[in-house]
């Protein structure tokens, strides 16, 4: 999996970096998912190497401009264009009234399948919200003035190594057969021999787990879903001295993201929606918030508009 951040400023964009927004793309499959979609996500997306044609789902966080107001332009390039397979789109119980009106009142038609589903009971039930062939999507509340969702993206466990070796030895003709061999199946030889896959590969090799948690103070529910991730995209809008703002403003600093991180027992870090206050040249810069969280989580790093990072699980740190 790789993730490429498309908008890391929260609130409003600065000349150096868009709002909110981290694209998902899953190579083995052909596919890109969205997380929010703030003002001129699409440019951000032209802007990169990511193919907007490969775009199947968006899941947004919350409500706040920042995280929608490129929505309803994407969508309509994407029914411009002609191509588009269908899109899933998952967020917030008024992510729908906001879409429709703002697609009616534009006389902008979706020529493509379009699907807006609530994650309201998912979060509240601790059930999986997407369980597809070989990923599982669970989200959380999270603690901001509006109702916001962390989501949790793990890749299924994928088959050991498959001894071609073995499978000579037992007479299995190459072809096909290996193919569902090799992804665990069973499958009948014509002389009637039931071979079992799991029997021919090695222990199964761990999948990937990100989190993308944005907006919210410091949440129990956010540790929680954090567990064991390989990566976990936490917000860090103030420095920890301004944590006094921060609550006002049920948002995090640094600290809190990584306190989150610590506790979770995630392999690495990674701070975004910084506010435009901590621009470089300023009193406080970036930096100085990522010193903050290194102080308590060692393995954190700043995110910045396109930056793109191959995820590879680690099993050291799963819980």
Not at 11 to 38: K, Y
Not at 167 to 192: C, F, N, T
Not at 200 to 229: H, Q, W
Request: charged content about 20%; proline content about 5%.
């Amino acid at each position: 999996m790789q993730v490429t951040f498309l908008g890391t400023s929260s609130g409003v964009p600065t000349r150096g970096r868009n709002v909110s927004s981290v694209a998902l793309r899953l190579p083995q499959r052909s596919e890109l998912w969205l997380f929010d979609c703030g003002e001129a996500t699409q440019h951000q997306i032209l802007r990169s190497e990511l193919r907007i044609s490969q775009l199947r789902r968006i899941f947004i966080t919350h409500m706040h401009g920042d995280h929608i107001f490129g929505l309803p332009g994407l969508l309509a390039s994407l029914g411009l264009a002609g191509n588009c397979e269908g899109v899933e789109l998952y967020g917030p119980d008024l992510l729908r009234d906001y879409l429709e009106g703002t697609l009616r009142t534009s006389s902008t038609r979706i020529g493509y399948p379009l699907r807006i589903h609530r994650v309201r009971c998912a979060a509240n039930n601790s059930a999986i919200l997407v369980d597809d062939k070989d990923l599982l999507v669970r989200c959380t509340a999270l603690n901001h003035r509006v109702p916001a969702y962390a989501y949790r993206i793990e890749q299924k466990p994928r088959a050991g190594r498959f001894n071609i070796e073995q499978a000579r030895s037992l007479g299995i003709p190459p072809g096909p057969a290996y193919g569902h061999l090799k992804a665990g199946r069973e499958i009948v030889l014509q002389d009637g021999r039931i071979i079992k896959g799991k029997t021919l590969c090695g222990p199964d090799k761990p999948g990937c787990c990100i989190v993308y948690c944005t907006d919210t103070v410091f949440s129990e529910a956010a540790v929680n879903l954090s567990r064991g991730a390989d990566l976990l995209i936490h917000e860090s809008t103030f420095s920890h001295r301004e944590a006094e703002m921060a609550y006002k403003r049920q948002h995090s600093t640094s600290m809190m993201a990584a306190q989150t991180a610590a506790e979770a027992g995630v392999g690495q870090l990674i701070l975004t929606h910084l506010s435009p206050r901590y621009a470089y040249g300023n009193l406080l810069t970036p930096g100085d918030l990522l010193a903050e969280a290194r102080t308590i989580f060692p393995n954190t790093f700043l995110a910045k508009d396109f930056l793109s990072l191959e995820i590879i699980p680690k099993t050291s740190h799963r819980k």
